[in-house]
């Protein structure tokens, strides 16, 4: 139902913008995440935006770098990630639902998920 692209390889220092599309209008009511997972670890939140899509939330190694956005109007939902670091490298995924207080960094409480895409920074 979410289809997520836009990873690739980068040197550190640059940027790169994720995307994730949806089939049907999943994101005008949900709320929606990007998370990141390395092999052998737990999916951990990188940005969330609420069901209301008024308010934003990071997590702090990332917050000032990685911006989340959507377009509801294209099912769309955005990562621009810039002054990306070693540290940024990961398989990062899109989501949506609606977790009890309007948004959550537990990736249990989010309902949708899409394929992933890697995201690999040089040094």
């Known amino acids: 139902q979410l289809q997520a692209f836009g990873g690739g390889l980068v040197q550190a220092g640059g940027s790169l913008r994720l995307s994730c599309v949806a089939s049907?209008?999943?994101?005008?009511?949900?709320?929606v995440g990007w998370f990141r997972q390395a092999p052998g670890k737990e999916r951990q939140f990188v940005a969330a935006?609420?069901?209301?899509?008024?308010?934003?939330y990071y997590a702090d190694s990332v917050k000032g770098r990685f911006t989340i956005s959507k377009d509801n109007a294209k099912s769309a939902l955005y990562l621009q990630m810039n002054s990306l670091k070693p540290e940024d490298t990961d398989v990062y995924y899109c989501?949506?639902?609606?977790?009890?207080?309007?948004?959550?960094?537990?990736?249990?409480?989010?309902?949708?998920w899409g394929q992933g895409t890697l995201v690999t920074v040089s040094s």
């Open positions: 989501a949506a639902g609606l977790p009890p207080v309007g948004w959550s960094i537990l990736a249990a409480e989010y309902d949708y």
């Open positions: 049907r209008r999943t994101f005008s009511n949900n709320a």
């Open positions: 935006i609420d069901w209301s899509g008024s308010n934003t």
